[in-house]
């Protein structure tokens, strides 16, 4: 079965500042994509950067990079330099390659003051 | 393409009654999924198809709770008798194969007084 897990409901940054949004995941199978999305408080969905699982390279996007670190089974975000705009809920989510049953974690909220 | 579509943007119903929410994919994705978001329970995965046909819907909750895809271009998630605990947004999102982003409606801000 497939599970992903965010432990942070919440976290604060100053802006400028990085930060660095914590994910980790389950599956038993051997191929599969990981993603970000983010939530501003106007309620789209809005899709970050994608890491497939066997990407030997982080994927990184703008501001956007995703520490990826498959034994421990960890696709960490990390947005660096803080924005206004950055406040929002993030969430992670996970695609096996196998039922292609996409999946999400219960996100976190990121806010960043000034 | 105009992205996915839902309709419609709010609904409040009384209980009891019948509640269908509709989804229009992106042309030339060949999956559409379901979600419900709450505040308790986040994101959850109901059901997706896959070229029109139902691969998993073991989330859907209980059997009020159904879903069609009667063609490339059209899916609906139907709730009968709609109950209180069901208010929610709901969102539909579609994609091509796995490797690739989906991509999300607007959603349907659901309320059952």
């Known amino acids: 079965a497939q599970k992903i897990t965010q432990t942070q409901p919440g976290m604060f940054v100053q802006e400028k500042e990085a930060v660095t949004l914590d994910c980790t995941y389950d599956?038993?199978?051997?191929?599969?994509?990981l993603f970000w999305y983010k939530q501003p408080s106007s309620g789209e969905m809005i899709f970050l950067i994608y890491q497939g699982s066997y990407d030997q390279q982080n994927a990184t996007e703008g501001r956007y990079s995703l520490n990826f670190q498959k034994a421990r089974k960890s696709a960490n975000l990390v947005i660096s330099a803080s924005q206004l705009g950055d406040s929002a809920m993030y969430f992670c989510?996970?695609?096996?390659?196998?039922?292609?049953?996409?999946?999400f974690g219960t996100g976190t909220r990121l806010q960043v003051f000034p | 393409d105009a992205g996915v579509i839902q309709s419609p943007r709010h609904e409040v119903t009384e209980m009891g009654q019948e509640v269908t929410l509709r989804c229009k994919p992106i042309s030339g994705h060949d999956y559409l999924f379901w979600y419900r978001q709450t505040m308790m329970r986040g994101l959850e995965l109901l059901i997706y198809f896959n070229n029109n046909v139902p691969i998993d819907d073991s989330g859907m909750p209980e059997d009020r709770f159904s879903a069609k895809m009667p063609n490339a271009s059209f899916s609906t998630l139907k709730i009968q008798p709609s109950e209180p605990r069901d208010s929610a947004v709901y969102f539909c999102?579609?994609?091509?194969?796995?490797?690739?982003?989906?991509?999300f409606g607007q959603g349907t801000r659901l309320t059952v007084v």
């Open positions: 599956t038993s199978d051997p191929s599969y994509g």
């Open positions: 999102a579609s994609s091509t194969r796995a490797g690739t982003e989906a991509f």
């Open positions: 989510a996970m695609r096996s390659y196998n039922t292609d049953k996409l999946i």
